[in-house]
């Protein structure tokens, strides 16, 4: 072995040697550090849960969330419906509001038609025929009621039977107008109608006892048992029933 060898190899043991010591140096320089990192660590099981707990109240608030989104959607859908339903209905009744408001007012304008229609009609038929003369004897018509003179003096109750005979009834006078035409065909003289005092119910009481326009409260008629009704041109009066005096016989034609 050459000196050169022989100083190599010693160069490297003592690297060697000296790399030993080293590292026995830095393994008991970092023993010590491991041990006092590794004491002063949080086990990881401790940090988990909080977390797990933590991640779970997030994942179900956030599902209340999203329900509580949901429902609120579901809730104002419905609501627009109600509402559009609303609309509708009431666009409904305002077009049935126009529709009724104008079938009234062609009603109005119907039932005016009609009044003077009616009006013409009852014109018509309140026309005197013969313009108030007498005709066919001593029958002469105006409106719906025809009237028969009998000339002849009577006593009231004969005067009464007479028109029953004939089918007809003493004169009954319903409004002033018929009053007013009558007193014109009467001339002068005096006579019986259809209205007598009743002693038992102690009122002038016409003979069918039916409604009359007529108010025969301001005629100033006596009181008396035994009086009966007189229409002449100028009054209205009343005498003794057994009197004698021309009477007026009425027919209805309706």
Known sequence: MTDEEITYATVRFLKSSSGLQNEGKSNETQGPKKAGHKEGSVPWHLIAIPLGIL?????????????????CKQEKHELQKTLNNIDQEYRTMKTYYYLRKEMLRNKSIECDALK?????????????????????????????KCYYFIMDPKQWEKCNQTCQKFCTSLLKIDDDDELKFLQLQTNQNNYWIGLSYNEKERKWRRIDDGPSNLDWKIVNFSRQTGRCALLSRRRRGDTKCENRYPCICEMRMD
Do not use: P
């Open 55 to 71: 991640c779970s109240i997030l994942l179900v608030a956030l599902a209340v969330l999203v329900a509580h989104i949901f429902q």
């Open 116 to 144: 003077d229609h009616l009006n013409s009609l009852e014109r018509k038929q309140n026309r005197c025929y013969g313009e108030g003369k007498h005709f066919k004897g001593h029958w002469f018509c105006c409106g719906i």
